[in-house]
């Protein structure tokens, strides 16, 4: 099934200019794609039950060729990605349920093959998705964010335009977008079959392939996920400074929330001010970090060496506030 035309590139587009008209935009565009019959999946899988998949770079460019793979022979846009070690995160666009759900089944068997060819089987039983759909702009809009986020608050050398396993380096960063590569229509096709471990290989042209990787930027529609923010600093701060907004999306998606330090340390400093009346942590009596490491672990999911850094509270403290959590 070849994936639908951009149905909405084509519509007259003024760049808006204040605060107003660029939400206004924003809502006009989604409202035409939900109009359309179109909407926009979560296909993820959770990585609190899947053991390790993907262990070497080759094996992450292979998943991201078959993300590509698989979209177009679902006929699903994908709109953006990020791919961990265990799980995956992947919003499309497409009309139903099933579209998305045959999509990550078709991801899904190509990994099996893709195993058990190279004779180094994986456990697949937790790689499973149960597509969700995003039905506002607001959800779709934490949703991107939260995806193409995802690898930077857990590997502190990476930013969300530097991890290579996504769309995330792709968006509001016309330097990646330059990024070229060779066309599929230029392959051979030995090349095509290596590239895919497969021997379908009737893929569009354009597709645009580098070091073995099939470019997001070839495959994804960015543009389009980029018009629904309202400007590239919109973007930004959704990415690095919506902390609630990310909790509420883990416990959507079954998934757990990862924060930076400092979005834990911002998360302290609002917990003082409202519930102590001081800006400074330091300043706590041991009952009250007590109760700020408490909201840090229920409702954060921030690990007892995490607490214990942020509080300075001596690591046995936490540890007896959380036994269960001490050898994690």
């Not at 990585?47 to 998943?63: A, K, L």
């Not at 999911?301 to 046995?316: E, F, G, T």
Request: net charge positive.
């Amino acid at each position: 099934m070849k994936l639908q035309s951009h149905l909405f590139d084509d519509q007259p587009f003024r760049q808006p200019k204040s605060f107003n008209e660029k939400e206004n935009a924003c809502r006009a565009l989604f409202d035409a794609v939900i109009s359309s019959c179109q909407t926009f999946w979560h296909v993820c899988t959770p990585g609190t039950i899947q053991s390790v998949i993907f262990r070497s770079p080759e094996e992450y460019r292979f998943v991201v060729n078959a993300v590509a793979a698989s979209a177009y022979d679902a006929g699903v846009r994908v709109i953006t990605f990020e791919i961990m070690s265990n799980h995956v995160h992947i919003i499309v666009l497409c009309e139903d349920k099933v579209a998305a759900s045959l999509f990550f089944d078709l991801l899904k068997q190509r990994l099996i093959r893709y195993y058990r060819e190279r004779r180094s089987p994986r456990d697949l039983s937790g790689f499973v998705s149960d597509p969700i759909p995003i039905e506002s702009l607001d959800s779709l809009r934490n949703q991107i964010a939260y995806t193409n986020r995802n690898n930077y608050v857990i590997d502190p050398d990476h930013t969300p335009f530097s991890y290579p396993y996504g769309a995330n380096a792709y968006y509001f960063n016309p330097f990646a977008k330059m990024l070229t590569g060779r066309r599929f229509g230029e392959m051979s096709d030995r090349a095509k079959m290596r590239l895919l471990h497969s021997k379908k290989i009737g893929y569009p042209d354009d597709f645009m392939a580098l070091n073995d990787m099939i470019l997001p930027s070839s495959f994804c529609d960015i543009s389009l996920g980029e018009r629904f923010f309202r400007d590239a600093r919109h973007y930004m701060y959704k990415v690095s400074r919506e902390v609630e907004s990310y909790k509420e999306i883990a416990e959507l998606l079954g998934d757990l929330a990862y924060y930076t330090d400092d979005e834990l340390m911002g998360v302290v400093y609002s917990l003082c001010k409202k519930k102590y009346g001081t800006d400074n942590p330091s300043f706590l009596n041991v009952a009250q970090k007590s109760e700020v490491a408490r909201t840090l672990h229920y409702d954060y999911k921030a690990d007892n060496v995490k607490i214990s850094r942020l509080l300075r509270l001596p690591r046995y403290a936490v540890d007896q506030l959380f036994p269960m959590s001490a050898k994690k």
